[in-house]
T-cell receptor
Framework: NAGVTQTPKFRILKIGQSMTLQCTQD?????MYWYRQDPGMGLKLIYY???????DKGEVPNGYNVSRSTTEDFPLRLELAAPSQTSVYFC???????????FGDGTRLSIL | AQSVTQPDIHITVSEGASLELRCNYS??????LFWYVQSPGQGLQLLLK??????LVQGIKGFEAEFKRSQSSFNLRKPSVHWSDAAEYFC?????????FGAGTRLTVKP
């Protein structure tokens, strides 16, 4: 059981570069989420999706974009990387909004 | 909107001692409450959840939590801590479409 898979695990970007963080799940969950985790701040929701073709903003969406063309995949895009986006990013999925979320192992992103 | 407060940033306990991690939530309706654990370099793993019914819920790894509506609390407990319990613990409250997490409590276990 793969669960939630995130790639890459680590990445270093230069300011102004763009990249896509990949997330895929094999549990047929409708709900998927992107969080960022900064020291002492817990997890902050960036974007979420309640099904293919449907996405919505979370607490901290600025500087990010998402798409959800399939149930399995929920990529997160950074268009113009900024140092403030240095963080650890987690993708999660669940069978419903109030159900437990299953997390990937994270992507550690540094922007220099 | 829902919110979660974990008052303790860092707790140190001796191996074999009991543990209680505090969590207070704010939510307008009946809350769906969760505790997750995160080991270094890992994602979050569900320890236990409360949806309704019995206010004392049992989870994995010997953890339990008690829901107290009058105090808006959902504290996590373990009778005897093991060195392998050292990790970061997050309390969360589930809304209609999303979940809000507390800032976390880092647990250190002394030998």
């Amino acid at each position: 059981n793969a669960g939630v898979t995130q790639t890459p695990k680590f990445r270093i970007l230069k300011i102004g570069q763009s990249m896509t963080l990949q997330c895929t799940q094999d549990m047929n969950h409708n709900y998927m989420y992107w969080y960022r985790q900064d020291p002492g701040m817990g997890l902050k929701l960036i974007y979420y999706s309640v099904g293919a073709g449907i996405t919505d903003k979370g607490e901290v969406p600025n500087g990010y974009n998402v798409s959800r063309s399939t149930t399995e995949d929920f990529p997160l895009r950074l268009e113009l990387a900024a140092p403030s986006q240095t963080s650890v990013y987690f993708c999660a999925s669940s069978s419903g909004g109030r159900q437990p979320q299953h997390f990937g192992d994270g992507t550690r992103l540094s922007i220099l | 909107a829902q919110s979660v407060t974990q008052p303790d940033i860092h707790i140190t306990v001796s191996e074999g001692a009991s543990l209680e991690l505090r969590c207070n939530y704010s939510y307008g309706a009946t809350p769906y409450l969760f505790w997750y654990v995160q080991s270094p370099g890992q994602g979050l793993q569900l320890l236990l959840k409360y949806f309704s019914g019995d206010t004392l819920v049992q989870g994995i790894k010997g953890f339990e939590a008690e829901f107290k509506r009058s105090q808006s609390s959902f504290n996590l407990r373990k009778p005897s801590v093991h060195w392998s319990d050292a990790a970061e613990y997050f309390c969360a409250v589930g809304g209609d479409n999303d979940m809000r997490f507390g800032a976390g409590t880092r647990l250190t276990v002394k030998p």
